[in-house]
């Protein structure tokens, strides 16, 4: 499985009071949890996972192969501050990419076109260039921090060879623009990694979403909940586009705070024009 190795955090503080969520039943998944308790899992939770901001490095054990990445210490709250520091989610997403592709047959991935957005300093996305061997994989976010994923792309080339999916680019894409990528859209796996936050307009990942996107992609989401507005204005505005499936409360994962969702997400029918 995964082990984490990092610069030695300061420890949190100790009787951490446990968290309990009773998540109300409904069929909108912008409004599935009561909203008080999403505000206090959030203070319990965020308060004490704040130890990777200070790092310059982090090392991720993936079966068996230890990716080794550069990061900033965060010291603000810009595309460049936010997107070149850990954090807790992508690290989420590549345990639970492992448990996902444990379940598929030997050869499942080759052939497959898998783009990351958002991949800020490519935890997630060098994951799958380890998880999903003979894939197409492509790693994309801002022109300002795409410098950073290919430094650690290339390094960790360097290291592990052959362990990293042959075909993995990193590439510019920013949200609410016509993209311009190498293959061109559709996928068939879209990674969507912490990328809903309360100080950027989640309406432009929406619609890159819908650009990139057909009947046949499976989107991979996952969302740590930061604001309650944040969080509701994006699945209101999703849900018109998209069905969504919380894998995190249909099975527990161990590694999985209870303020980090997991979701399996495709395009409605209805999204579609009907073919001429």
Do not use: D, Y
């Given at each position: 499985?995964?082990?984490?190795?990092?610069?030695?955090?300061?420890?949190?503080?100790?009787?951490?009071?446990?968290?309990?969520?009773?998540?109300?039943?409904?069929?909108?998944?912008?409004?599935?949890?009561?909203?008080?308790?999403?505000?206090?899992?959030?203070?319990?939770?965020?308060?004490?996972?704040?130890?990777?901001?200070?790092?310059?490095?982090?090392?991720?054990?993936?079966?068996?192969?230890?990716?080794?990445?550069?990061?900033?210490?965060?010291?603000?709250?810009s595309e460049m501050a936010t997107g070149s520091t850990i954090w807790d989610c992508a690290v989420v997403t590549a345990k639970y990419l492992q448990e996902y592709c444990d379940e598929k047959p030997d050869g499942y991935w080759n052939g497959k076109t898998v783009l990351e957005v958002g991949s800020g300093t490519g935890v997630a996305g060098l994951a799958c260039g380890i998880l999903f061997t003979g894939s197409t994989l492509i790693l994309t976010d801002m022109p300002v921090l795409t410098p950073l994923i290919q430094r650690n792309v290339t390094s960790n080339r360097e290291r592990l060879g052959s362990a990293l999916t042959e075909n993995l680019s990193v590439q510019d894409f920013t949200w609410g623009t016509t993209p311009e990528l190498n293959p061109p859209p559709p996928y068939d796996y879209i990674i969507v990694s912490d990328c809903v936050w309360p100080k950027i307009d989640n309406s432009l990942l929406v619609h890159s979403l819908r650009d990139i996107t057909d009947l046949n992609t499976n989107i991979i989401l996952v969302f740590e909940f930061r604001h309650i507005s944040c969080r509701k204005t994006f699945f209101e505005l999703a849900e018109q586009y998209f069905d969504f499936d919380c894998i995190s409360e249909k099975k527990v994962f161990e590694y999985c705070p209870e303020d980090i969702e997991i979701y399996h997400i495709k395009r409605k029918p209805s999204d579609f024009p009907l073919s001429k």
């Open positions: 499985f995964f082990s984490v190795l990092m610069a030695t955090p300061p420890p949190p503080p100790a009787n951490l009071p446990p968290i309990v969520i009773k998540p109300q039943k409904s069929n909108s998944v912008s409004m599935a949890k009561p909203q008080s308790a999403l505000v206090a899992r959030a203070q319990n939770s965020l308060s004490w996972r704040t130890s990777k901001a200070a790092l310059r490095s982090f090392s991720l054990e993936v079966r068996g192969h230890e990716l080794i990445l550069e990061c900033k210490p965060q010291t603000g709250e």
